[in-house]
């Protein structure tokens, strides 16, 4: 019995460097995406251009460079950082002595790996499919010619005709199965909304810390690993509260610069779910030293979906990591926390139950003459401890919100 080992690939990444975003940023991004997808980094190259060429991304001149690169150090892949046209592809293809894929396709193929739900992985074919569907134009000449004459008919124009035609009729198919999962996930949503449970969604960049934020929080062992992509289904846990309520934990796909939006479109379960959480945790790596651009990109992407600001609060983690504190001034509706240390997590809890419970903790005098306003506290909140002093009752206690006017004027 003869174990074969899986050869780890050798790629050489090829980046942009134009004004619409930061190209070192983004190459180290791609280097761990490669990473990720179990690749080897040999080395990278960038060009400055305000944009890429339409025929070969980069210049001629580049691309030949870089075929030599490749040949001396027997590349097996190159990955472009930007997404390549059918026509960009075959161009490259021509000249480079290996394979060649596009952001995109990293991602694509990382997701695929990924998915184990049966939703994830019919959401990753779908991404997949609609990827695929315009660059199946441009693979070569014969390929591309549309039949109606003398010399324009043949076997290349029917595989073409063909591919469009099954995959065409497979997005269909896929499109259909995901619309009954989420008339599914909306009895679910209907369910929870009439029992009154709320719902908390992690959302963030890659590899922030939401899975272990999540198993800290609810004591469970989801996978969490330093790696873009670690989760990529949606898991949801339990959260009891210190006043008995019960919320439900979302985690969710993790966000990257220049998400394609073929993901954004398949993967709509996943995201929807913080679309319709009751609070959005915007998890952020406080340690990094992009967090500002991860953070603009993350509530970019929320507001997109059509998430409500008012609801979003920013979780700054890893404080562990910083040396020398935290050199900005923090939102008090925000909060620093290390998953790692457990530090700040008492106070997220403290948060999440002041934004979505249905009751507030208060310490309430009530006078002897007002006891059957007690008897309704105890009725519709809970109550944590009681002292009888010669002016009344005091009272530890969650009120419920609609009986707060009942205390305004009895709360010590």
Known sequence: MIELSKQVQKCFLVGIDCPQYDCEQSLQELSMLCETAGGIVVGSTSQKRDVPDKASCVGRGKLEEIALFCTANDIDLVIFDVELSAVQLRNIEDVVPCGVIDRTMLILDIFAGRANTADGKLQVELAQLKYRLPHLLGRGTAMSRLGGGIGTRGPGESKLESDRRHIHRRIDALERELDALAKRRDVQRRSRRENEVKTVAFVGYTNVGKSTLLNKLTGSNVLSKDMLFATLDPTTRSLVLKNG?????????????????????????????????????????????????????????????????????????????????????????????????????????????????????????FPYDKMEVLGKIRQNGTVVSEEYTENGVLVEAYVDKKDLYLVTDLIV
């Open 245 to 365: 309520q019960t919320v439900l934990l979302t985690d969710t796909v993790g966000f990257v610069s220049r998400l394609p939006h073929q993901l954004i479109s398949a993967f709509k379960s996943t995201l929807e779910e913080a679309v319709y959480a009751d609070l959005i945790l915007n998890v952020c790596d406080i340690s990094s030293d992009n967090y500002k651009q991860q953070l603009s990109i993350t509530t970019q992407l929320l507001l997109e979906l059509g998430c409500k600001e008012d609801k979003i609060i920013t979780v700054f983690n890893k404080c562990d990591k910083l040396v020398g504190g935290i050199g900005i001034d923090l939102d008090p509706k925000n909060v620093v926390v290390s998953a790692h240390s457990g530090y700040g997590l008492d106070r997220l809890v403290e948060r999440i139950e002041e934004e979505v419970c249905s009751t507030v903790k208060l310490n309430v005098l």
